[in-house]
């Protein structure tokens, strides 16, 4: 004879939770411990704001007056790119290496929920990194042009995104020591020659126009162009954004291991 035990007997209840509960649950998780993290802290948020401050103060190349205007854009788009990219790779990488995706979707979350929630925190750390940096920013003189506040929200929420795609893709097919140092020489890379810390009017002819193909380049310009100007960013932007993060997306779900 087999026992039977009213609803309500055992707590908590088998069986998996709400979809809404355990997609909230795994992106405060995953934003905590990335902002838990003292590496990831540097990388994202320190490096920007001494640059920040560096750039604004110190005479490095020329950008319009008053310096903090015209800076301020680059370093935000740098912020999205630290985390979303090089921090999302780094992170996955050593996810794979100590079997914590493995173990994840041995649960009861859904493939896209995994997704969905790292998504979610990115774009939580990410606004989290603005609002700093924006803080710093109005302490040194920064007036953004209130046109132009909507269009680079939209352009970090699509930044987020499309860098975020391109982070899974290097930080889910290659090993978490090669992906720790290839994220981090691409960081560097596109930080002296992509558009972020020098803008593409002051680099040759032939080089602005590559630089203006990269999704760092298109999404400094594309913030210059909304916070500085307070115009609408030109479409190539957006095509240029949406074009990296469908690609990297499309191949990392097609190469993405779970270890």
Do not use: C
């Amino acid at each position: 004879m087999t026992a039977t035990f009213p609803a309500g007997t055992f707590t908590p209840a088998p069986g998996r939770g709400r979809i809404g509960r355990m997609l909230l649950t795994h992106a405060r998780t995953e934003a905590l411990l990335t902002l838990r993290n003292s590496e990831q802290v540097l990388l994202t948020l320190l490096i920007p704001l001494a640059l920040l401050i560096g750039l604004t103060v110190l005479d490095i190349f020329s950008v319009p007056e008053p310096r903090i205007d015209s800076v301020a854009p680059r370093i935000f788009a740098l912020a999205v790119m630290s985390s979303a990219f090089t921090g999302q790779a780094i992170a996955l990488g050593f996810d794979r290496r100590y079997g914590v995706l493995k173990r994840l979707a041995a649960t009861a979350l859904p493939r896209w929920l995994l997704v969905g929630g790292r998504t979610i925190a990115g774009l939580v750390v990410v606004a989290v990194q603005l609002v700093a940096l924006a803080v710093v920013a109005a302490l040194l003189g920064w007036s953004p042009s209130p046109a132009g506040i909507a269009w680079a929200v939209l352009l970090v929420i699509l930044g987020t995104l499309s860098f975020g795609a391109l982070g899974v893709l290097l930080g889910g097919a290659l090993k978490a020591e090669i992906v720790l140092g290839l994220a981090n020489i691409v960081w560097f890379v596109l930080l002296l020659a992509g558009g972020l810390a020098v803008p593409t009017d002051s680099m040759p002819g032939t080089l602005a126009t590559v630089v203006g193909l990269l999704p760092s380049g298109a999404l400094a310009e594309g913030m210059r162009t909304a916070l500085v100007d307070g115009a609408v960013p030109s479409w190539t932007v957006f095509a240029v954004l949406l074009g990296w993060g469908a690609a990297a997306a499309l191949l990392a779900a097609r190469t993405t291991k779970l270890s």
